[in-house]
């Protein structure tokens, strides 16, 4: 979804009117009368910045005014600051600095959140883990650090991933990592959260009608101007942006987020491919011959997560916990078999004819 920062009307308008008005008082009432008239149609705005270590667009189709974009992007700017792996002096750093010698003062959407991981750690049987940072660290993949690391250093790393020993206290308003060299890291999981948290802000400011596009991760809110369903491409994992899998069609409030293979990966000495979904199980990319999984559902959050957590699973148990979260689930393999549920049959079409979808569906 390519969304191009049109910073248009609303703004530049008030402020012309505030402009005529001291030149031109006794037009103040016509004008005023053209304006409220020019207000009843949708008020569009777009705005692209970087964020969360990737490109977050909103595209406000009905409702929009440039404070709902601000406090938008001030709250991602404020999730990156508290919850970012990879930046110094975040609270998530904080808890990772401190892993194996005590706890640290973290704020409640950060508790929240890592509880909300944990979790989804249990129900996945520990295919999605928030506490597999010593791995991520050690392949470095999508940083300057990337590389294969030795099968010793991953047998290291290995026990340093253990959900249980992330330790969320509620009442003292802490978190705490068991034993040193232990790192949390909610790259899985966080940008979902952070969509659900834009949508929210953007109805607290009256938008009525928006995209939000957190790095292909996409939420869509309240309902098109033109009454329509909304419709959500899914990326063709095959080909650059832009080309198209399918469409979901969805009501408002809905998510489509995807995990690929596709999104960061590198090329070892080896001459092999190694992609950013790792297995808590075996510390090496997940190698399930899939190329992406999109899940459909209401809250991003869950979605984020669990689109890592199906991916790394693999269709059979992945389907399972689909339904149990009660989502919808797309499997794309790397023979371009594509596998749906039930839930994303309903609202997902195939277009393009280079893939087959393969029955049975669970
Ligand atoms: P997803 O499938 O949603 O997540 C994959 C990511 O989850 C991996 O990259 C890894 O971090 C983690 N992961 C891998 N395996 C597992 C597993 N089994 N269980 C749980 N988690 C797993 N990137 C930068 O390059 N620079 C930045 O400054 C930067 N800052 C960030 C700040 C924040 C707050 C967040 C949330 C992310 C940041 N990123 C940054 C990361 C970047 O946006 C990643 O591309 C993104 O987190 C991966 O999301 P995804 O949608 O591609 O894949
Ligand atoms: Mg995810």
Not at 40 to 60: F, H, K, N, Q, Y
Not at 178 to 192: E, N, T
Not at 222 to 247: M, T
């Amino acid at each position: 979804m390519s969304m191009a920062a049109t910073d248009s009307g609303p703004a530049a308008r008030g402020s012309r009117s505030r402009r005529l008005e001291r030149l031109a008082p006794g037009l103040a009432a016509t004008l005023g009368l053209a304006l409220s008239l020019v207000g009843c149609a949708p008020r569009a705005m777009d705005r692209t910045e970087l964020a969360l270590g990737t490109v977050c667009s909103i595209r406000v189709l009905d409702g929009a005014s440039e404070a709902a974009l601000d406090a938008a992007f001030a709250r991602l700017r404020d999730i990156e600051a508290t919850m970012s792996a990879n930046a110094p002096g975040t609270v998530v750093d904080a808890v990772n600095r401190a892993a194996g010698s005590g706890a640290v003062a973290a704020p409640s959407d950060l508790r929240a959140l890592a509880r909300r991981a944990l979790e989804l750690a249990e129900a996945s049987g520990g295919a999605f883990d928030p506490t597999v940072g010593p791995l991520v660290a050690l392949w470095g993949i999508g940083f300057d650090t990337e590389r294969v690391p030795a099968p010793g250093e991953i047998a290291a790393a290995l026990p340093l991933v253990d959900r249980r020993g992330l330790v969320v206290d509620e009442s003292a308003g802490t978190m705490a990592l068991a034993r040193a060299g232990m790192r949390l890291d909610l790259g899985g999981i966080a940008k979902g959260y952070a969509a659900d948290e834009v949508a929210r802000i953007l109805t607290e400011h009256g938008v009525k009608a928006a995209v939000v596009d957190l790095g292909g991760n996409v939420k869509v809110v309240g309902r098109k101007p033109d009454r329509k369903p909304w419709r959500v491409g899914i990326q063709n994992p095959f080909s650059d942006r832009g080309e198209r899998l399918g469409l979901a069609t969805l009501p408002g409030g809905y998510t489509v987020v995807t995990s690929g293979v596709y999104e960061r990966h590198f090329r070892g000495d080896d001459g092999a491919e190694y992609h950013h979904l790792i297995d808590p199980a075996t510390g090496y990319p997940a190698d399930g011959g899939l190329v992406s999984v999109t899940v459909i559902a209401e809250s991003s959050m869950d979605a984020d997560g669990l689109s890592t957590a199906l991916f790394v699973m693999g269709p059979e148990r992945g389907f399972a916990l689909a339904e149990a979260y009660g989502v919808g689930a797309v499997y794309v393999r790397d023979d371009k078999g594509v596998l749906m549920n039930e839930r994303a049959r309903a609202v997902f079409e195939l277009e393009s004819g280079a893939f087959r979808l393969e029955a049975p569906v669970p």
